[in-house]
Each structure stands twice: as structure tokens, then as C-alpha cells.
Antibody
Framework: EVQLVESGGGLVQPGGSLRLSCAAS????????MHWVRQAPGKGLVWVSR????????NCADSVKGRFTISRDNAKNTLYLQLNSLRAEDTAVYYC???????????WGQGTLVTVSS | DIQMTQSPSSLSASVGDRVTITCRAS??????LNWYQQKPGKAPKFVIS???SLQSGVPSRFSGSGSGTDFTLTISSLQPEDFATYYC?????????FGQGTKLEIK
């Protein structure tokens, strides 16, 4: 069974940084593209970033480009998202999601809440 | 970026009703269209991939159709557990954009 468990969220001041982690189990992590999707309180789903199965290729949404960095450690079955220069509008639940290659997400974590506020 | 527009934004229906949700892409996405169901406080659940492929464990009352720019999600006979918010998502090109969601409520 696919299991994804996010951690690392919390309250941070504007301009601050956080690193989110997503621990994967129950599937061959190194064979899957992985994504981050976020959801602001009461709002819809927004794609944030993706990384290829071997970590050699990454993409980010324009709204986070230059501030957020996605990475992975296949030896540890863990996905990361480094969040820098955080803004109030980055406040959201951040989900990691697994992509077997067709762009859909059969596996989702439970989400981790990032709150950016002074 | 490809814009995804769902209609309606909200829908009231009764148990046993047949309901259809529409998703329109701002340009052709072939059949790279996915549907998700989300209940309050929970992560989304993958319902349909590639416009019409039902995911394992999803009841057969759910179906999807369409290609190009116009897509539909149909629930043939609503059950109490189907009341949720539904999102479409295109996986044709980065960024993988979602529709704004359709909230399905009990009448």
C-alpha cells in the first residue's frame, strides 16, 4: 500500500524558511516522479513542483520559482521541498503526491500545514 | 499555462440522482485529464485518469468521458459518501493545472 507522510510544516514569519519532507513507503519510490501540491485554507488545489524519478529534472510553478526547491533522496525514500523567502500567500496545506508517469496522482500524503504570519 | 474551468462550481443533488460535472481546458489536452474527489480535512482521492480510466477501488457508478478540450465526470446514482468536492486536473503540460472545484452537496 502506498504511504506518504509529510512533515516539517509550522508557523514561520514572512521572509523565513522551512523544509518539508515526505517519507514514502509501500512502492518503488525511485521509479516514480513526485510532486508537491498545495491548498490554501478554503481554496482549491494548486500544483507547486515536480521532480523526475532520478532527481535529474525539476519544474516549479512561476509563483514559487527562485524561492522553493524540490529534491529527493532515493536511498532514504524521501522527497523534500525547501521553502525560502516565504510570503503570507504561501500559507497552505502542502501535499506530496506520487506520479507513476501519466501525471495523475494515485498516492497522496495527509498534508502538512505551513502558516506564514508575523 | 492551460486554464481549467469546471462547471458548475456547486451542485445540490439527492441520493440516487445522476449528476454530471463538466471540465473545459483552454486548449486541447488530448485525454490527459484526471479527476479527484476531496472530502473536508482529507487529502484528495484519485478517481479517474486519462479522461475515462476508473481507478482501482472506485465504484462503477463513476465514469468519465471527453477528449480535446471538453470533459465530463458522471455519477450515475449518488450515494451518501459521494458528497464531496471534485477537481479536474490536466497532465498534458507543466504546470499541471487544476479546475477550481465543484462542491457536490446534499439537497
Amino acid at each position: 500500500e502506498v504511504q506518504l507522510v509529510e512533515s516539517g510544516g509550522g508557523l514561520v514569519q514572512p521572509g523565513g524558511s522551512l523544509r518539508l519532507s515526505c517519507a514514502a513507503s509501500g512502492f518503488t519510490f525511485s521509479s516514480y516522479w513526485m510532486h508537491w501540491v498545495r491548498q490554501a485554507p478554503g481554496k482549491g488545489l494548486v500544483w507547486v513542483s515536480r521532480i523526475s524519478s532520478d532527481g535529474s529534472s525539476t519544474n516549479c510553478a512561476d509563483s514559487v520559482k527562485g524561492r522553493f526547491t524540490i529534491s529527493r533522496d532515493n536511498a532514504k525514500n524521501t522527497l523534500y521541498l525547501q521553502l525560502n523567502s516565504l510570503r503570507a500567500e504561501d500559507t497552505a496545506v502542502y501535499y506530496c503526491a506520487s506520479d507513476p508517469g501519466h501525471g495523475g496522482y494515485p498516492g497522496w500524503g495527509q498534508g502538512t500545514l505551513v502558516t506564514v504570519s508575523s | 499555462d492551460i486554464q481549467m474551468t469546471q462547471s458548475p462550481s456547486s451542485l445540490s443533488a439527492s441520493v440516487g440522482d445522476r449528476v454530471t460535472i463538466t471540465c473545459r481546458a483552454s486548449q486541447s489536452i488530448s485525454r490527459y485529464l484526471n479527476w479527484y474527489q476531496q472530502k473536508p480535512g482529507k487529502a484528495p482521492k484519485f478517481v479517474i485518469s486519462a479522461a475515462s480510466s476508473l481507478q482501482s477501488g472506485v465504484p462503477s457508478r463513476f465514469s468519465g468521458s471527453g477528449s480535446g478540450t471538453d470533459f465530463t465526470l458522471t455519477i450515475s446514482s449518488l450515494q451518501p459518501e459521494d458528497f464531496a468536492t471534485y477537481y479536474c486536473q490536466q497532465s498534458y503540460s507543466i504546470p499541471y493545472t487544476f479546475g477550481q472545484g465543484t462542491k457536490l452537496e446534499i439537497k
